[in-house]
């Protein structure tokens, strides 16, 4: 099994800022993609950032320029830093990862268990 723990959420200001983490254990060959998708209440799951492992990265348009997604290939680590926060940026925000488990086993999709963030006005 592969386990994804996130840590770094919280209650912020407005213009604040937030740093999350996810780090994958278990059984892993190989990382794929890692990223972070985020869910408000009444809204469906959305991409917030994404990084392969050649490092190609794509963000949603809502947080270009205020979030920062990076990861330690070495730790099995991805960390969003999150800047200049809005109080639309409130949601629960996860985890993912493409992992292969051995070197011919087909790549699985992995989900963190959720941090919040809450941002007040």
């Known amino acids: 099994q592969v386990q994804l723990v996130e840590s770094g959420g919280g209650l912020v200001q407005a213009g604040g800022s937030l740093r999350l983490s996810c780090a994958a254990s278990g059984i892993i060959f190989k990382i794929d993609d890692m990223g972070w998708y985020r869910q408000a209440p009444g809204k469906q799951r959305e991409l917030v950032a994404r990084?392969?492992?050649?490092?190609?990265?794509n963000y949603s348009e809502s947080v270009k320029g205020r979030f920062t997604i990076s990861r330690d290939n070495a730790k099995n680590t991805v960390y969003l830093q999150m800047n200049s926060l809005k109080p639309e940026d409130t949601a629960v925000y996860y985890c993912?990862?493409?992992?292969?488990?051995?070197?011919?086993?087909?790549?699985?999709?992995?989900w963190g268990q959720g941090t919040q963030v809450i941002v007040s006005s």
């Open positions: 990084m392969a492992s050649g490092g190609t990265i």
């Open positions: 993912s990862a493409v992992v292969a488990r051995t070197g011919v086993t087909p790549r699985t999709l992995y």
